[in-house]
């Protein structure tokens, strides 16, 4: 059974940073592409970075890049999505995927499994 368990969430202010981690189980972690996705009270869901097998790959939204950056360590299951210089306007449930066919990818439909989400609170 495939478990992606996100933490690291919380409220801080603007201009703070945050560090996401999702803990993967159940599945060979180093062969999956991982991303990271966002959905925001009253909007759909959209991409925000993606890593590819090895780590080697990144690729960023653009509302992002510049400040988050993406980052896993195979050994421990686990992707990180470091939020630097945060603004009000990413305050969204944060949520990570993984993808067994695609190395990186920002469509969710290319994503097989989901975590539950961690809520990320940035105050003005």
């Known amino acids: 059974q495939v478990q992606l368990v996100e933490s690291g969430g919380g409220l801080v202010q603007a201009g703070d940073s945050l560090r996401l981690s999702c803990a993967a189980s159940?599945?060979?972690?180093?062969?999956?592409?991982m991303g990271w996705f966002r959905q925001a009270s009253g909007k759909e869901r959209e991409f925000v970075a993606s890593?590819?097998?090895?780590?080697?790959?990144?690729y960023y939204a653009d509302s992002v890049k510049g400040r988050f950056t993406i980052s896993r360590d195979n050994a421990k299951n686990t992707v990180y999505l470091q939020m630097n210089s945060l603004k009000p306007e990413d305050t969204a449930v944060y949520y990570c995927?993984?993808?067994?066919?695609?190395?990186?990818?920002?469509?969710?439909?290319?994503?097989?499994?989901w975590g539950q989400g961690t809520q990320v609170t940035v105050s003005s």
């Open positions: 159940g599945l060979t972690f180093s062969t999956y592409g």
């Open positions: 890593i590819s097998w090895s780590g080697g790959s990144t």
């Open positions: 995927a993984a993808a067994q066919r695609y190395s990186v990818s920002r469509y969710r439909e290319r994503y097989d499994y």
